[in-house]
């Protein structure tokens, strides 16, 4: 969804949104916030919001400021705020997860860890103000909305859960691969474009064996042809096709040629 920076925002009071108790989580309760965005804007600017931005009022949030990725937790005294370097507003998609464990607010940025901090301290976050995507709330009841977004936000997402490293990477490689438009070929021009199984254009291809290797880290797809099949090595943490092996040519190049037996 495309956001104008100045009146387009998304909102839902506790009751649309499923009760005083959906959004809110008390002092013990894990939870995960989570968005994909892109904006070339330098803007303060909310992407994803609970409760208001007025100093330590009950809220969680992410958002930018001068391009730089930021998030926010508070309980109504207590806050904190994970405040990573370096800059998201290049006009590319970005995937920014804020999650709490009762123990630390940490903020990821395109799959990797960037920022956390010690939050013991908090208890409930818990508000009655609504549950805003593409800008935020300056009071407890609603009146006032600032800090606009200034470009597109998808797959916002809210769940009671501590999300892992490893869920959250997983979520940014297979989100990625989704935004780049996989091109039809190997080595395409995607920026990761190896997602078609190798094969040879002329003749009919079908699956012929699927098998994983000793330590589930590869999965190995072999294609049967009427002419020439082939075969593909998919990286199962990636699910990426990293390499395809044939014949008379392996992509990228390397390792031993098939044997064609047909």
């Avoid at 103000?129 to 200034?150: H, K, L, P």
């Avoid at 254009?201 to 000793?214: C, E, I, L, Q, R």
Wanted: aromatic share 10%; glycine share 12%; charged share 10%.
């Amino acid at each position: 969804t495309s956001f104008n920076g100045t009146t387009q925002y998304l909102s839902c009071t506790d009751a649309a949104c499923g009760g005083t108790s959906k959004l809110d989580f008390d002092a013990t309760t894990n939870f995960s916030v989570g968005v994909w965005f892109k904006s070339t804007s330098s803007s303060l600017q909310n992407m994803i919001m609970k409760g208001n931005t007025s100093g330590a009022n009950a809220s969680y949030t992410i958002y930018m400021t001068g391009g730089l990725l930021r998030a926010h937790l508070a309980d109504g005294t207590n806050e904190v705020n994970p405040a990573p370097s370096g800059t998201y507003n290049d006009g590319n998609w970005h995937f920014a997860v804020l999650v709490f464990d009762n123990t630390n607010a940490v903020l990821y940025a395109d799959g990797v860890r960037v920022a956390s901090v010690t939050a013991t301290a908090l208890g409930a976050i818990d508000s009655a103000t609504r549950f805003q995507i593409g800008a935020g709330n300056n009071t407890a009841d609603n009146s006032i909305t600032v800090e606009y977004f200034n470009g597109s936000i998808d797959e916002p997402f809210v769940t009671a859960n501590a999300l892992t490293a490893g869920q959250i990477k997983h979520m940014y490689e297979v989100g990625y691969r989704a935004l780049q438009s996989h091109a039809t070929t190997l080595g395409g021009s995607g920026a990761d474009g190896n997602q078609q199984l190798g094969y040879i254009s002329t003749g009919t291809n079908t699956v012929g064996a699927v098998a994983p290797d000793y330590n589930n880290q590869f999965m190995y797809v072999g294609l049967n042809s009427t002419t020439l099949g082939g075969l593909s090595k998919i990286d199962l943490n990636s699910d990426t096709n990293i390499k395809t092996y044939n014949s008379s040519a392996n992509v990228p190049t390397g390792g031993a040629l098939l044997i064609d037996e047909d």
